[in-house]
């Protein structure tokens, strides 16, 4: 197994264009392990509707990015206090959905730092019934994927808010991530040590059973494809948005112009369908905004450029812009 060198770089988007890149176009005779650390970030499962798994509102204020990765599973979220371990090897028909190989050596290593950590359920490394690690897979039909979490020292009071869904009524054909209850790595060692001291003890404990191991540092050309990957992928709205499933979404309020009731059709990050309903009164009909929006990203900053000309008091009567628009997007 060969060592990959991500040269320390914690942009989400570049860290899984890099494992992607690897599964895709390394030696596929050799299995090789990649660590990376993202900056704060959420990252959704490929089957995930991100609308329902994350904080728009608070992500935004917070500079939070949102990633969709290749493997099912859950959404997570990702600081400089989480180290990201993944396995890329060949995929020979044993080996997906078998966690528990995957997941050994690094039980193991952490048993011998003195934290007890099992393997619990499918997929969840667990240290006194508290969730230390979470992982998932990928195959091509060749090669494979096993990657996952490990929470040494993360912000857990960012994962609740970043993760925090307040929008209206949202149903969805999507998979909802369960909200376990999780905790450190650090809060278990007997003794405090850093995450470069945690990677390097993991590193070693990974290959103590075999040969001396090899560190692999990409080459000029292979950064260069990894950053192709990075922005006709990863940078792109459609692939972390644009994936989601169908979601039918009602928002509703009261203001001082009367009530607005918005019903609204998501088909794959796009608006479908949308009507507008209520008692207010307006100059203008409304299907004019309704026709406006079909076909836009239900994304807020898209939604605010389709609607930059339209003057909403004449639809709605005395009613700003942005109230509007936080309707349309926005928490509760």
Same mark, same amino acid.
């Given at each position: 197994?060969?060592?990959?060198?991500? /040269?320390?770089?914690?942009?989400?988007?570049?860290?899984?264009?890099?494992? /992607?890149?690897?599964?895709?176009?390394?030696?596929?005779?050799?299995?090789?392990?990649?660590?990376?650390?993202?900056?704060?970030?959420?990252?959704?499962?490929?089957?995930?509707?991100?609308? /329902?798994?994350?904080?728009?509102?608070?992500?935004?204020?917070?500079?939070?990015? *949102?990633?969709?990765?290749?493997?099912?599973?859950?959404?997570?979220?990702?600081?400089?206090?989480?180290?990201?371990?993944?396995?890329?090897?060949?995929?020979?028909?044993?080996?997906?959905?078998?966690?528990?190989?995957?997941?050994?050596? *690094?039980?193991? *290593?952490?048993?011998?730092?003195?934290?007890?950590?099992?393997?619990?359920?499918?997929?969840? &490394?667990? *240290?006194?019934?508290? @969730?230390?690690?979470?992982?998932?897979?990928?195959?091509?039909?060749?090669?494979? &994927?096993?990657?996952?979490?490990?929470?040494?020292?993360?912000?857990?009071?960012?994962?609740?808010?970043?993760?925090?869904?307040?929008?209206?009524?949202?149903?969805?054909?999507?998979?909802?991530?369960?909200?376990?209850?999780?905790?450190? &790595?650090?809060? #278990?060692?007997?003794?405090?040590?850093?995450?470069?001291?945690?990677?390097?003890?993991?590193?070693?404990?990974?290959?103590?059973?075999?040969?001396?191991?090899?560190?692999? $540092?990409?080459?000029?050309?292979?950064?260069?494809?990894?950053?192709?990957?990075?922005? /006709?992928?990863?940078?792109?709205?459609?692939?972390? #948005?644009?994936?989601?499933?169908?979601?039918?979404?009602? $928002?509703?309020?009261?203001?001082?112009?009367?009530?607005?009731?918005?019903?609204?059709?998501?088909?794959?990050?796009?608006?479908?369908?949308?009507?507008?309903?209520?008692?207010?009164?307006?100059?203008?009909?409304?299907?004019?905004?309704?026709?406006?929006?079909?076909?836009?990203?239900?994304?807020?900053?898209? &939604?605010?450029?389709?609607?930059?000309?339209?003057?909403? @008091?004449?639809?709605?009567?005395?009613?700003?812009?942005?109230?509007?628009?936080?309707?349309?997007?926005?928490?509760?």
């Amino acid at each position: 197994m060969i060592f990959i060198d991500n /040269e320390g770089h914690t942009n989400p988007k570049l860290n899984l264009a890099l494992e /992607e890149y690897a599964l895709r176009h390394f030696d596929t005779s050799t299995d090789y392990l990649l660590f990376y650390i993202n900056e704060p970030s959420i990252i959704i499962g490929r089957n995930q509707n991100t609308l /329902e798994e994350i904080n728009q509102e608070y992500i935004d204020d917070n500079n939070i990015h *949102v990633v969709r990765r290749v493997s099912g599973g859950g959404a997570v979220y990702h600081d400089l206090g989480n180290l990201n371990f993944s396995f890329i090897t060949n995929h020979d028909g044993k080996r997906i959905s078998n966690f528990k190989k995957f997941t050994a050596p *690094v039980i193991r *290593v952490l048993n011998n730092i003195g934290v007890s950590a099992e393997l619990k359920g499918r997929n969840d &490394i667990l *240290v006194n019934e508290k @969730k230390i690690s979470g992982t998932a897979q990928f195959s091509t039909g060749k090669r494979m &994927i096993s990657h996952g979490t490990l929470l040494f020292d993360t912000d857990m009071s960012e994962v609740t808010k970043a993760l925090q869904v307040k929008m209206s009524k949202i149903e969805s054909k999507g998979h909802k991530s369960v909200r376990s209850r999780v905790a450190n &790595i650090s809060e #278990f060692l007997e003794t405090p040590i850093s995450m470069a001291d945690f990677k390097k003890q993991l590193l070693v404990g990974l290959y103590e059973a075999s040969e001396p191991f090899e560190t692999y $540092k990409l080459t000029e050309a292979e950064w260069q494809a990894v950053h192709r990957l990075k922005a /006709e992928k990863y940078d792109l709205w459609d692939w972390n #948005f644009g994936r989601s499933p169908k979601s039918n979404i009602q $928002k509703n309020k009261r203001f001082p112009v009367g009530e607005i009731d918005l019903r609204i059709f998501v088909e794959k990050g796009h608006i479908s369908e949308l009507k507008i309903f209520g008692d207010f009164f307006g100059r203008k009909p409304v299907s004019d905004i309704e026709s406006l929006l079909i076909g836009v990203p239900y994304d807020k900053v898209e &939604i605010t450029k389709a609607l930059k000309n339209l003057s909403v @008091k004449e639809y709605f009567g005395d009613l700003e812009k942005t109230e509007f628009l936080n309707l349309i997007y926005g928490n509760d």
